[in-house]
């Protein structure tokens, strides 16, 4: 009966314990100082035990019948109805209701983010460390939707969690700038790989390229030239080089260790977010959103963000001249 653990058997860092006790925080609460040393339940007689037979399941304490009842509740038909019925008893000695068992049912627990599909959990730290370990190890074995999804879950619960990322990590995920120098000379790499319409695009893109000066910041417009980039790479057959001659159109545009600040359109001018989070709350007193300063104050860049993109026209053109 080795393979059926309980407190004092089969489950010594009490990981198992843990895991029975997440979604039920009363009897987590109960349990989170108890002390469970094998060494005393080997002296206890057979009788303090729910399953006699094999020792399992203690139920001569409060504690250790809360416990017990727990490490029963996963082994379903495996138990015989006598042991359930002393189990049921020293509950009912104990006072052992139902209620401080609730929780699994009456509280699900919160849904955990995963990198990948059901894979690579982003809950704290460690998994988040260990999530890029293994995509910046094997992105090469996933497509490039998969790719641009998984680093991008990556870098919001690193984000979240106050998490340093690596520079690959944060290009993948395309928060990089762009070296307008460094991405016109692999399209043209492309257009070099490439015949007819395509190469005309490729060409096309390049010399676009040359006039948007050095650097190019805004996410949303990089994130739709590396699409572009993709769908020419298709109709060209160039995936099968990515990795080996040609990044992959993400690494392509994301192209930089800089982190690229979000910025708002201002009247059709690209302004960082800081700077004009750091605007007096006069003006914005005086183009009456003062919510907009509020909110700066608090120094969160995507809600504030998120609030500029929605003001009318003409108060952006009059903020224009302040920036």
Not at 97 to 102: E, K
Not at 187 to 193: E, I, P
Not at 247 to 274: H, Q, R, W, Y
Request: with cysteine; glycine share 4%.
């Amino acid at each position: 009966m080795n393979s059926i653990t309980d407190q004092y058997n089969g489950d010594p860092t009490y990981a198992e314990l843990h895991v029975l006790t997440r979604s039920r925080p009363l009897v987590r609460e109960m349990l989170k100082t108890a002390e469970f040393v094998k060494e005393s339940a080997a002296s206890l007689p057979s009788t303090a035990f729910a399953w006699e037979d094999e020792r399992r399941f203690p139920v001569h304490t409060r504690i250790d019948t809360a416990a017990s009842i727990l490490y029963r509740s996963k082994l379903g038909s495996a138990v015989p109805s006598h042991v359930d019925a002393k189990l049921a008893k020293a509950a009912e000695i104990f006072e052992l209701s139902d209620t401080l068992f609730a929780g699994t049912k009456t509280a699900a627990a919160p849904a955990v983010d995963h990198a990948l599909k059901d894979r690579l959990p982003l809950e704290d730290e460690f998994q988040i460390k260990l999530a890029e370990d293994v995509l910046c190890r094997d992105f090469e074995r996933l497509t490039l939707h998969e790719r641009a999804d998984a680093f991008s879950k990556l870098a919001q619960a690193a984000f979240s969690n106050k998490v340093a990322l690596r520079p690959l990590t944060l290009k993948m995920a395309g928060l990089t700038t762009c070296n307008t120098d460094t991405l016109s000379r692999w399209l043209g790499a492309r257009s070099m790989a490439s015949t007819g319409i395509v190469r005309e695009a490729f060409d096309k893109l390049a010399t676009q390229i040359k006039y948007a000066g050095p650097e190019l910041t805004d996410r949303d417009d990089l994130v739709k030239l590396a699409s572009t980039i993709q769908q020419l790479d298709e109709r060209a057959g160039l995936e099968k080089y990515y990795d080996r001659k040609l990044p992959d159109p993400m690494l392509t545009v994301f192209n930089t260790e800089k982190i690229a600040e979000d910025s708002c359109d201002v009247a059709g001018k690209k302004v960082a977010c800081s700077k004009l989070m750091h605007l007096p709350s006069e003006i914005w007193d005086q183009v009456d959103v003062p919510e907009l300063s509020k909110i700066a104050e608090e120094g969160n860049t995507v809600e504030f963000k998120h609030a500029f993109d929605t003001l009318p026209y003409d108060i952006k053109v009059v903020l224009r001249s302040y920036v």
